[in-house]
């Protein structure tokens, strides 16, 4: 009886062990396939076409971010490296109680099944019961010879299980210690790339160094002209916010003083609509069918050169040459400005919230028009220069920026 509570005790944390070890190593595979993915998508998207002419400054950036990526995979394969170490030693440990405890059960099985025979060499089970001197003795004695027989079939299935289970362990360690030498292969191969990797950036920042100032002030420049850029849609917003309120007036017969500054007036349409967009902050798809972020939002060190700031209105997001921008949730689109180059930023309403689709090289809607989840807005430009087909992708509440990254599923 105290093996067979050994045996389900031994049995229950196993599996309850084995459930953590599996929930933390599903983490770490995601984790790892979502790097290797993003490597994938930054030799598609960066790296596979030739430009026609270097951005040394733009080239670095694109070297640390593959650099950084690579680090991440390698961390991530280290841990889970690691967690697998400690899951084969404490499968190990388990395999050798298991076949200590079995080896226990079938010496008890062997001195069970001898005395058993032993008994009916010396004298049969009519004997045994004939022998009683009274019906209660008899009783009992027949009792005992069923719990006998029955206690020897449970203690054959005990081991029969036991059996199994040392098998189970002995494959899964075998199944580990696989993955585990897979795991320590793909870390050598990262390596090696980082050091390839590294080469070409030392190789930029000698020839960076070399014209520092004439880099900095193009750098500073570029920030200036996105700083414009970002006032003139910010102006452009406001305006359109004070067209859409004063039409709300009108026709819901609201005060002139009533509403603040540079916040939309909602129909009660539209308040639903917001509210419905709200609720599926983090479940809203992204605005591109696969893509990479190459610029976060929010303000940031520039990469290269200390000191200087670089700021993300949006997300900028490359992907594949051809690719179409698409609505992320229902709305109408409230303006389509034109950028420098002849590009388009399409700004979509949804109720208080807006958002914008910068860099088209086309649109596919007017001004107006009622648009729906995962319509088509307009193709993304690229870049004959640097080959980039990218999206800057913005959010608004009225006219404040958010982070979209944070409203939209985890990639």
Do not use: C
Not at 45 to 73: G, P, S, T
Not at 114 to 130: A, D, G, H
């Amino acid at each position: 009886m105290n093996n067979k509570k050994f045996y389900i005790l031994f049995l229950s944390v196993f599996l309850m062990s084995f459930s953590i070890f599996s929930q933390t190593k599903r983490e770490l595979e995601n984790q790892r396939k979502r790097y290797k993915s993003e490597i994938v998508k930054l030799n598609r998207f960066i790296f596979n076409e030739k430009k026609k002419e270097k951005n040394a400054l733009e080239d670095l950036r694109d070297i640390k971010q593959k650099i950084d990526v690579r680090n991440q995979l390698i961390s991530t394969i280290n841990l889970e490296a690691k967690f697998l170490s400690r899951e084969i030693k404490t499968n190990e440990t388990k395999l050798k109680k298991l076949k200590k405890n079995i080896s226990d059960l079938k010496a008890d099985y062997s001195e069970m099944i001898y005395r058993s025979y032993k008994s009916k060499s010396q004298q049969s089970r009519t004997m045994f019961l004939l022998s009683s001197q009274n019906f209660y003795q008899a009783y009992k004695r027949l009792g005992y010879m069923k719990q006998y027989t029955s206690f020897r079939k449970k203690q054959g299935a005990e081991i029969v299980l036991q059996t199994n289970l040392i098998k189970k362990i002995k494959d899964s360690l075998v199944y580990q210690k696989q993955v585990k030498d897979t795991l320590i292969l793909s870390e050598k191969n990262q390596k090696e790339e980082i050091e390839t990797d590294k080469k070409k950036q030392e190789n930029l920042i000698i020839k960076i160094k070399s014209k520092e100032n004439k880099y900095k002030k193009d750098l500073q420049n570029k920030i200036k002209a996105e700083k414009r850029v970002a006032n003139k849609i910010d102006k452009i917003i406001r305006d359109e916010i004070a067209r859409a309120n004063r039409l709300a007036k009108s026709k819901l017969n609201i005060k002139p003083k009533t509403s603040k500054k540079n916040e939309f007036i909602l129909s009660p349409e539209a308040k639903a609509l917001a509210a419905k967009f709200v609720l599926n902050k983090g479940l809203l798809p992204w605005p591109v069918k696969e893509g990479l972020v190459i610029r976060r939002f929010g303000k940031q060190p520039h990469p290269t050169f200390p000191g200087i700031t670089i700021n993300g209105t949006g997300l900028h997001i490359v992907t594949s040459n051809g690719s179409n921008a698409e609505a992320i949730y229902n709305g109408e689109v409230l303006n389509i400005l034109l950028g420098s180059g002849g590009t388009r930023n399409v700004l979509i309403r949804h109720g208080n919230y807006i958002t914008s689709y910068n860099n088209l090289e086309n649109s596919f809607v007017e001004k107006g028009d009622k648009i729906v989840t995962g319509q088509k807005i307009g193709k993304i430009f690229t870049d004959k220069i640097s080959k980039k087909t990218k999206l800057i992708f913005v959010l608004f509440k009225n006219t404040t920026r958010l982070n979209p990254a944070s409203w939209m599923l985890k990639r």
